[in-house]
């Protein structure tokens, strides 16, 4: 069975940083594409960030450019998100996710899906 499990989610002041780390189990993930979602409060889920299939290529939603930064290492098969500088805004519980191909989508078609990790600013 795959899962993917997030971790490293938490309470922060707003201009404080978390990582965030999400690690498959039950097969690697290390030619596919994955990504950060997240959903705040009474709203719908929203693209964060991708990587492609072996890392070569990120791409960042503009709320997050310049303070958020998706990597991955292959050799441990784990995703992670560094987020810097954070704001209110940015509360919302946060989902990693895979998808079958190598290539980067900003959209939702992912093929397996973490059950997310909250985070929160407080101002």
């Known amino acids: 069975q795959v899962q993917l499990v997030e971790s490293g989610g938490g309470l922060v002041q707003a201009g404080g940083s978390l990582r965030l780390s999400c690690a498959p189990s039950?097969?690697?993930?290390?030619?596919?594409?994955m990504g950060w979602f997240r959903q705040p409060p009474g709203k719908e889920r929203a693209f964060v960030a991708a990587?492609?299939?072996?890392?070569?290529?990120?791409y960042h939603a503009e709320s997050v450019r310049g303070r958020f930064a998706i990597s991955r290492d292959i050799a441990k098969n784990t995703l992670y998100l560094q987020m810097n500088s954070l704001k209110p805004e940015d509360t919302a519980v946060y989902y990693c996710?895979?998808?079958?191909?190598?290539?980067?989508?900003?959209?939702?078609?992912?093929?397996?899906w973490g059950q997310g990790t909250q985070v929160t600013v407080s101002s």
């Open positions: 996710a895979a998808r079958g191909g190598r290539s980067i989508s900003t959209r939702p078609e992912y093929d397996y």
């Open positions: 039950g097969r690697t993930f290390s030619s596919s594409a």
């Open positions: 990587i492609s299939g072996g890392g070569s290529t990120t």
